[in-house]
């Protein structure tokens, strides 16, 4: 009779075991586990709801693409490249609570911008493929000292479908609704790092 070690039937039992309580895990972490599948990868993107439509928006007539550069210590940072403009990273971090998307901007040479480490963290639990950011109390000071009332109320939200697309959207009460959709069925060559971040 073959004798099974103890130690395998307590693995495999536990392994299960983590197998089944893994639809229970909180909607935080498994939107953050469905975009962990993609680290490493970049996709390109384009703009698929401007409403109302920006005046010489910055994003109009050039290559997005996102980079899911980096998905560790809790924290996963995805640099969005507008043209030849390296200046975006979002910023997600797990929280007690939920997520806290930032907003890290920054200039050519490597410097933050005035305006940069804005966002929010999500006030409900959201679903494994939607998260909802509203602007939080520093962002909105951030905002205004700088005259932009436009954006303190602002909503951020992402959503995902691993191997199909990622959405990053704004949206305020007055119908503003900005959306940018990126292609994860098909990955592309990676960017350079973004500005001030080690190659």
Request: proline share 10%; aromatic share 8%; with cysteine.
């Amino acid at each position: 009779m073959r004798v099974i070690p103890l130690a395998f039937v307590v693995l495999t039992v536990a392994g299960l075991a983590g197998c089944a309580s893994a639809p229970d895990a909180a909607p935080a972490d498994r939107f953050l586990q469905a975009l962990s599948r993609h680290c490493g990868q970049a996709y390109a993107g384009r703009v698929v709801v401007d409403t109302p439509a920006t005046p010489n928006s910055p994003f109009a007539d050039k290559p997005l693409m996102m980079h899911v550069r980096s998905c560790d210590q809790g924290q996963w940072r995805i640099p969005f490249h507008v043209g030849d403009d390296r200046s975006r990273t979002w910023v997600l971090t797990r929280t007690a609570a939920g997520l806290r998307l930032k907003h890290d901007h920054r200039h050519e040479d490597g410097h933050p911008d005035q305006v940069t480490l804005y966002g929010g963290d999500t006030a409900e639990a959201g679903t494994p493929q939607r998260q909802a950011f509203p602007v939080d109390a520093e962002s909105v000071t951030m905002f205004q000292a700088n005259g932009l009332a436009a954006s303190v109320n602002n909503t951020w939200a992402m959503e995902i479908e691993p191997g199909q697309r990622f959405v990053y959207e704004l949206s305020r009460p007055n119908g503003r609704l900005f959306r940018v959709e990126f292609d994860l069925s098909r990955p592309v060559p990676a960017p350079p790092a973004p500005w001030g971040a080690a190659p």
